[in-house]
């Protein structure tokens, strides 16, 4: 059955109910339509029959044609592919002057558009894939542009459970009058977005390790999941005795390739709501002097993002990270 089905239907039976009870502001209340609309419908089915309250059919003004003659839209396109970076004015302007063809920059704009390369970077990729089949050219961009092209979806870091992987960075939070230099340490699972920050003493692999054993791995034993495998960058305070940490508790301690941040992007993309929703709005309502006002600040943010907040990713789908980490617990 289409909308326009459903919607004449409708009215047809709050027509009929008002008949039934004989009493059109009650159809009308349980309808939720006012009284002026109600006889609108019953003026149209006593003078067309009920074909008289379909809901009528607006049809979509045409757009404007094309300008452009097709030889002078080639035209345009190979300019553009050529020189990827040029804007709408500039090409406008260059076939202006070398080819005589007057085209307004919004006309150039507009077949771009048409064609997909409205934008600099998507000229670009164009540009990069002709140097594949030419030179053999190949960037890391273009790799994974080509990729995506032909397995038809974008490659995603997944885990199916929590603990299957869990994403590790570090960030320098700033120096602090009082305080000194403040660093926090992230964990975000892979499986339900369930985050984890913490204070660290120093940006050191000892802390980090610390982190790893009394803050980490406790959590995931209470809430019934067996932590697996780390992922985490290339940084000092991952190796040494972060390593050796992960050895003694059997975990998985991969890591980013180097220029390679997206790969740990969960954990990337919650240090970046952590700073934006939190730590720029909590330094501008109160002074901190302590590290552990610092860490109660940050323990109470977070029992907000994991518990109050639902989350609209692929991963979680409307429901708050607390509801997948401890459903064990509570199962």
């Avoid at 074909?51 to 396109?77: F, K, M, N």
């Amino acid at each position: 059955m289409t909308l326009d089905e459903k919607v004449h239907g409708l009215r047809l039976h709050v027509i009929r109910r008002a008949e039934a009870l004989g009493n059109v502001s009650r159809a009308c209340r349980e309808a939720g339509i006012s009284r002026a609309l109600f006889y609108r419908w019953r003026r149209r089915l006593e003078r067309y029959g009920p074909d008289g309250v379909h809901p009528r059919r607006h049809q979509a003004r045409p757009g404007r044609p094309v300008q452009l003659a097709p030889e002078t839209e080639r035209v345009l396109l190979s300019v553009a592919v050529s020189a990827a970076t040029w804007g709408a004015s500039r090409i406008a302007a260059y076939l202006q002057h070398r080819w005589q063809l007057r085209v307004a920059p919004s006309t150039v704009q507009r077949a771009l558009r048409r064609a997909g390369l409205a934008t600099r970077r998507q000229r670009l990729l164009v540009l990069e894939q002709r140097a594949v089949q030419t030179a053999g050219l190949l960037t890391e961009r273009t790799r994974r542009a080509l990729w995506q092209a032909q397995h038809g979806q974008p490659r995603h870091v997944a885990a199916r459970e929590p603990g299957e992987l869990v994403c590790l960075d570090t960030f320098y939070i700033g120096q602090l009058k009082g305080v000194g230099k403040v660093w926090q340490i992230t964990a975000c699972d892979a499986a339900c977005s369930y985050g984890v920050a913490w204070l660290l003493p120093a940006h050191t692999a000892a802390a980090a390790a610390h982190f790893l054993r009394r803050i980490l791995l406790p959590l995931y034993r209470r809430a019934g999941w067996r932590l697996r495998r780390v992922l985490t960058d290339g940084g000092p305070e991952f190796k040494g005795l972060f390593d050796e940490a992960c050895r003694a508790l059997g975990l998985r301690h991969t890591r980013t390739k180097p220029r390679h941040a997206w790969t740990n992007g969960f954990v990337e993309r919650l240090q970046g709501t952590i700073l934006q929703e939190h730590w720029r709005v909590a330094f501008r309502r109160r002074y901190f002097t302590s590290r552990t006002a610092l860490q109660r600040s940050l323990e109470a943010f977070m029992q907000s993002y994991n518990h109050e907040r639902p989350h609209q990713g692929y991963r979680v789908r409307g429901r708050t990270p607390a509801t997948l980490f401890w459903g064990a617990a509570r199962g």
